[in-house]
C-alpha cells in the first residue's frame, strides 16, 4: 500500500548540512506515525528519529538529539529531516517508515516493504 521514496542524499564534509525528504506515493500517511530509520555498512537498521500523527511530539536518538529535525505535511505525503553538524557517523542509508504511535516511548518501523533509502556519505 505505502510506497515511500526517499531523496536528498548526498556526500557532504563534516559539519555540513543536508535535508532528507520521504514521500509517499500510495496510501495518505495522514493516519500514521512516522519515522527515519539509517543502515550504515556493516551495522544494522537503526532508529533516527519518529514523529507523531499531528506532527506535534517527536523522538530522536541521542546520537542525533539537537543536530536534526524530523517533520512532516500531511497535506503532501511528505516527510522530512533536515540534519546539521553533519558527523562521519552519520553516513548511511536513510529510510523513511510508518511506525507505532508510541513515539514518547521508542521509534518502531512497521513497513512491510522499504524504500531504496537515500544514501548520505560525510566525509573529507
Known amino acids: 500500500q505505502f510506497q515511500f521514496v526517499e531523496s536528498g542524499g548526498d556526500l557532504v564534509q563534516p559539519g555540513g548540512s543536508l535535508r532528507l525528504s520521504c514521500v509517499s506515493s500510495?496510501?495518505?500517511?495522514?493516519?500514521?506515525?512516522l519515522g527515519w530509520f539509517r543502515q550504515a555498512p556493516g551495522k544494522e537498521r537503526e532508529a533516527v528519529s519518529c514523529?507523531?500523527?499531528?506532527?506535534?511530539?517527536?523522538k530522536y536518538a541521542d546520537s542525533v538529539k539537537g543536530r536534526f529535525t524530523i517533520s512532516r505535511d500531511n497535506a503532501k505525503n511528505t516527510l522530512w529531516l533536515e540534519m546539521n553538524d553533519l558527523r562521519p557517523e552519520d553516513t548511511a542509508i536513510y529510510y523513511c517508515?510508518?511506525?507505532?504511535?508510541?513515539?514518547?516511548?521508542?521509534?518502531?518501523?512497521?513497513?512491510?516493504?522499504w524504500g531504496q533509502g537515500t544514501r548520505v556519505t560525510v566525509s573529507s
Open positions: 514523529i507523531s500523527v499531528s506532527g506535534r511530539s517527536s
Open positions: 517508515s510508518t511506525t507505532l504511535r508510541s513515539v514518547s516511548v521508542n521509534c518502531v518501523a512497521t513497513t512491510d516493504s
Open positions: 500510495g496510501d495518505s500517511v495522514e493516519y500514521y506515525a
